[in-house]
């Protein structure tokens, strides 16, 4: 279905981002990765996908950008334009999280989420839009979360910046409504990743519970279903963003979280 696009993942060497990574790669998308990980396991992992799937891949990109840096940034898409010819479908998943009460947060925490969690997804954004609308085909996919609908205390700066990439997503869209490039958010209630598993432990031992039991405490509070979110599950979702039938789902923040939004 994805046969001869190329998609750009921020944050794909763990996690969500890897994810999907090996949902487009099974859909015959060749791949760019980014992240702090171990690179060669996520390539290895995303060629599996593919491979599985039918569709095996012969080369996966690989840039290691600091998405606080715009530099580092504009020297990333540069690599997709030089080595693959651009971006067709641009995912910008990458993120970090701090917790503290607003009076105690420290300013340069606050800097770097924005950095990271907003500003990084403006600037892949507006160098890969060009050449989306020059082949008048684009993929815009902002990983936000359900915190960019609703709030919670301790999280002012991923909140606040999950809240903006809601809103950067729609303004794309907008822009781009009379085009063949799509714009949208997907937001996720808690993903059962490598840090959430690491709360789940944490709380285990904190609270002398099993780790059902923590796990049902940590949902518990916020996600009715009682159930984590899988990578899988995402992927799933931004391969139909990717396909004819998500042409006309334009500037959506789409929620995929346990019924968390719905309280």
């Avoid at 060629?47 to 950008?65: E, F, K, L, N, T």
Wanted: net charge negative; charged share 15%.
């Amino acid at each position: 279905m994805l046969n001869g696009k190329i998609a750009l993942v921020t944050g794909s060497t763990s996690g969500i981002g890897l994810g999907l990574a090996q949902a487009l790669a099974a859909q015959g998308a060749t791949l760019i990765t980014n992240g702090f990980g171990d690179a060669d396991a996520a390539r290895k992992a995303i060629a599996d996908a593919a491979a599985r799937a039918g569709h095996p891949v012969a080369q996966i990109g690989y840039h290691g950008a600091d998405m606080s840096r715009a530099s580092e940034i504009e020297a990333m898409m540069q690599y997709a334009e030089s080595t693959f010819g651009g971006v067709d479908i641009l995912v910008n998943n990458a993120g970090i999280q701090y917790v503290a009460e607003i009076q105690d947060f420290p300013t340069d925490k606050w800097d770097s989420i924005i950095a990271i969690n907003l500003t990084s997804a403006f600037h892949t954004t507006r160098l890969a839009l060009p050449g989306m609308r020059r082949r008048d085909w684009g993929r815009i996919i902002n990983i936000a979360s359900v915190h960019g609908l609703v709030g919670s205390v301790g999280k002012s700066a991923y909140v606040a910046a999950k809240h903006g990439i809601v809103g950067l997503t729609k303004v794309t869209a907008l822009e781009n409504a009379q085009s063949g490039v799509t714009a949208n958010a997907i937001c996720p209630g808690f993903v059962l990743t490598p840090l959430v598993q690491k709360q789940v432990d944490d709380r285990a031992a904190r609270d002398h519970l099993s780790g059902e039991e923590a796990k049902r405490s940590l949902l518990g509070e916020k996600q009715p279903s009682g159930e984590f979110v899988t990578p899988e599950q995402l992927g799933a979702l931004a391969v139909f963003l990717c396909s004819d039938a998500g042409a006309q789902v334009r500037g959506a923040a789409w929620n995929m979280d346990g019924g968390w939004a719905a309280q």
